[in-house]
Every structure is written in structure tokens, then in C-alpha cells.
């Protein structure tokens, strides 16, 4: 049976009593559900999710890292920080960091290979803005963005990488990139991993699609040959939303 990578990007909401009340109830309501999971609460509510999802099927995620290891980085939070919360992966490369924090490629790429060398997992994502899609870009977007993003990861590190292909347009908006979309870009994605790690590499790897999934949607996204998985945001913040995208198949 196909197993499907679901994960849960809180963004900045929740203060700790409500991520600690989602984090109780997912546990309890994903604890038979048969694939993988993780949330990625906000960096104050790591410590006290953690320990609600601790010994679960449910991996704690981090929504974000910096550069460097420690020292003079005022607002950062380094990646020593986040394992000693008892975070397993990071989500790297989002649309939000790379728009409105204008995080570039070499960035991402230099958090990437610090979350490897420190053992966590990384979700990089990669996606498109509307007017890059409209002038017929959308390839060559996610291409650049995976090359640089993976740049100096070896194949064996591939094994702690998940892409997620979030469109910009589809974030938060309501409007879902179509299966075939997703499949298109999800399948082109895969060839430019096995062009850079080889086949068997590109077929391991996980390529997850975000962008308004919802219960509605999901089955027809996830049925797609090369959507392995789901990034969600919105649809992530309840129990009654999430559990049902977790238990699509
Ligand atoms: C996201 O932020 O990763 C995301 C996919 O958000 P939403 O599901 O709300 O579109």
C-alpha cells in the first residue's frame, strides 16, 4: 500500500493552550492512521507540542531555521535549538519566507545542507508565482528552485529531503492547482531529481503538493501518480480538517 507524507504548517497561529488542544486531538485522532504525519507549530509552541506528540506517529516540525549555528543572530533560532526541543524536521524554502522575507535560493540552500549535517529532516518547498505561471515559467521556477535548493546535498542526504511543490497563486487563496497540474509539475519535478541523484533516488523521494488541499480535494490530488503527499496550512489549524486529509487513503 502507498504510503502519503501529510504535514501540517501552522504559519504564525495558535497561542500555546490551542496548539497544545489541536496537538492532543490529532494525536488522539491520527493514532490508527496509516501514514506519515507531522505539524509544525510556531517556534514558541515547539516545547509544548512536543511533549503532547512525544511517543505518537506524529513528527514535530519547525517552520523555519537560520543559517548559522548560534551566536550574534538576533530573532534566529538555530538549528541546536530546535533538536533540543525535540524537532525532526524543518520546513525550508517556504513561499512566505522566500516572498515576504525575501529569503533567495543560495539561503535556503545554506539552511538545507545545515539541517542535514545536523540530522534533521527537511521539507524544502518550491512553487511558482501566478504571473511566473501565466508567462509560461512554471518549470523553469520549480527547476532553479530545486537545483539550488539541493545544490552539494549528496543522494544518501536525499533520504531526509521531502519537496513540496506549492504553487504561490494556490496558497492560502482557495484556489487548488487541478490534479493534472499538480501531477505535471510534481512528475517534471522528479525528473529533474533523478537528472541531479539518479532514478532510484527520484522515485524514493517524497514530492508533496500544497496549496489549498482540503477534505474535498485531496482524493483527487493524491490519487495523482507523483503526489506523494500533502503540505496544508489552513486546513491544518483543526482536528475536523486535518484528520480528514490524513485519512484521504
Ligand atoms: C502552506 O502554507 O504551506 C499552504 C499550503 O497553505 P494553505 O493550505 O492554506 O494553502
Known amino acids: ?29 491520527l493514532k490508527d492512521g496509516k501514514n506519515k504525519y507531522m505539524i509544525a507549530p510556531s517556534f514558541t509552541n515547539l516545547d509544548a507540542v512536543a511533549q503532547v506528540v512525544k511517543g505518537s506517529n506524529i513528527l514535530l516540525g519547525a517552520q523555519n531555521m537560520s543559517t548559522e549555528l548560534s551566536g550574534a543572530h538576533t530573532g534566529e533560532v538555530s538549528a541546536l535549538m530546535l533538536k533540543d526541543l525535540g524537532v525532526q524536521v524543518v520546513i525550508l524554502g517556504h513561499s512566505e519566507r522566500r516572498h515576504i522575507y525575501k529569503e533567495d535560493d543560495a539561503m535556503i540552500n545554506k539552511k538545507v545542507k545545515l539541517a542535514l549535517e545536523q540530522g534533521l529532516d527537511v521539507v524544502l518547498c518550491i512553487g511558482e508565482l501566478l504571473e511566473e505561471r501565466e508567462a509560461g515559467k512554471a518549470e523553469a521556477v520549480c527547476e532553479a528552485q530545486t537545483r539550488k535548493g539541493l545544490a552539494g546535498v549528496s543522494a544518501e542526504q536525499m533520504k531526509k529531503i521531502t519537496v513540496a511543490y506549492e504553487p504561490v497563486w494556490a496558497i492560502g487563496t482557495g484556489k487548488t492547482a487541478t490534479p493534472d497540474d499538480a501531477q505535471a509539475i510534481h512528475k517534471f519535478t522528479r525528473g529533474v531529481l533523478a537528472d541531479m541523484f539518479g532514478k532510484s533516488v527520484a522515485e524514493a523521494t517524497i514530492i508533496q503538493y500544497g496549496g489549498s488541499m482540503n477534505a474535498s480535494n485531496a482524493a483527487a490530488l493524491l490519487a495523482q501518480p507523483d503526489v506523494d503527499g500533502g503540505l496544508i496550512g489552513g486546513a491544518a489549524l483543526k482536528v475536523e480538517t486535518f484528520e480528514p486529509i490524513c485519512k484521504t487513503y
Open 1 to 29: 500500500m502507498r504510503q502519503y507524507y501529510i504535514a501540517g504548517n501552522w504559519k504564525m497561529n495558535k497561542i500555546k493552550g490551542e496548539a497544545v488542544e489541536l496537538a492532543t486531538g490529532l494525536v488522539s485522532a
